[in-house]
């Protein structure tokens, strides 16, 4: 499996989130975009828009399926990355990078407290592929 970056905060639906100032960034983690192989379409949430913990957020196509992409915190969503939207494989390039998903400031914080560690995470991961 690949690294897990220590720095951020993971769902056990394979989301990873990075605090930024008052955001949180959200994208899937190296085992979800490994799982999914050639991602060839992203939906992403419009701006502005409400979403609860857990709720879908936006979805990812590959060439194998559909997936939805989940809130790891309620919040509103801040902004998209627009590059994901014209060149989907920056999700398998640089999931952890340039191929982030979309922002959301955070309207209940103590949510942020469910979500687990790196090695929670990997954990988690690991047991799951079994």
Sequence with gaps: MSA?????????????????????????????QE???DVVFVELPKTGRMVKQAEPAAVIESV????????????????????????????????????WLFAIAPSAPEETSSLLTADEYTKHASASAH
């Design 4 to 32: 897990v970056p220590a720095n951020l905060s993971y769902t056990k639906t394979h989301e990873w989130s990075r605090r930024e100032g008052a955001e949180l960034v959200v994208g899937i983690t190296a085992h979800a």
């Design 35 to 37: 799982e999914l192989r």
């Design 64 to 99: 194998k399926a559909a997936f939805d992409i989940y809130a790891p915190v309620s919040g509103t969503i801040t902004r998209v990355n627009d590059a994901v939207a014209k060149s989907p494989q920056l999700v398998n390039q640089d999931c952890y990078g340039q191929g």
